[in-house]
């Protein structure tokens, strides 16, 4: 491995390392995710998720989901012109690669793969939650998981808050729990979406330090400078 590599791997490492409380509950559960699968099935598993609910979930989850709608990284990245126009241009680069990845797989690769709705149409009776309509086509991966993971994620690495990286995770798994919940998605789909994020999201983000230029890391400011300050001074 050349020395190149050795640092780009160490670099990596340390945005995993500098973000442990976001990146390893993120392993541990999808890896729990993983075994469940495993053992029921991704519809198997969707079925007995599907058989609980409660009033409260209805609703907590129909609101919750909307956090992963497309609009979302957009308003991030006009966020974040305010603080610097690195930042604003990683994560733009970072969600339009893992909206890309996630369109070719649904629409290319995977197009056969439906909705828990159509699924299980003529096998089995499953719950919808009231006022939700869940899509019908193109089931994997989830794309709102993608995109929820992948603006949470962003966000814990510019937090120096540990306790809030881990918050900023629990928040990102509930949304993407939320199209289990609603029918929207299999698990799988949940967890594949998932990894694509983190994935994608990390290296970007590494490779975005490495752009040496004075003009990157400068920001919208809401205050104009005044030229004639420092005459006056």
Request: charged share 15%; glycine share 4%.
């Amino acid at each position: 491995m050349s020395i190149f590599s050795l640092k780009k791997a160490s670099g990596i490492l340390k945005v995993i390392q500098d973000n442990k409380n976001f990146i390893v509950p993120f392993f541990l559960l999808s890896t729990y995710l993983l075994f469940l699968i495993g053992i029921h099935g991704s519809a198997g598993l969707f079925l007995n998720i599907n058989s609980y609910n409660s009033t409260f979930a209805d609703h907590f989850f129909y609101y919750l989901t909307d956090l992963g709608d497309g609009f979302v990284p957009y308003f991030l990245v006009i966020i974040l012109l305010f603080v610097s126009f690195r930042e604003s241009l990683t994560f733009l680069t970072a969600s339009s690669i893992i909206s890309i990845i996630v369109t070719l797989l649904k629409r290319y690769y995977f197009p056969e793969f439906d909705r828990p709705v159509v699924y299980f149409e003529f096998t089995e009776v499953i719950r919808h939650v009231p006022a939700f309509d869940p899509p019908l086509l193109y089931s994997f991966p989830s794309g709102h998981t993608a995109t929820v993971f992948s603006v949470f994620l962003y966000l814990s690495i510019l937090s120096k808050n540990q306790y809030l990286k881990f918050v900023l995770f629990c928040t990102a798994a509930l949304v993407s729990f939320s199209r289990i919940y609603l029918s929207a998605h299999f698990p799988l789909d949940v967890f594949v979406g998932s990894y694509i994020a983190v994935s994608i999201t990390i290296p970007i983000y590494y490779f975005s330090r490495q752009i040496k230029n004075p003009w990157i890391d400068k920001k919208i400011e809401l205050r104009p400078k005044n030229p004639f300050r420092k005459q006056i001074l």
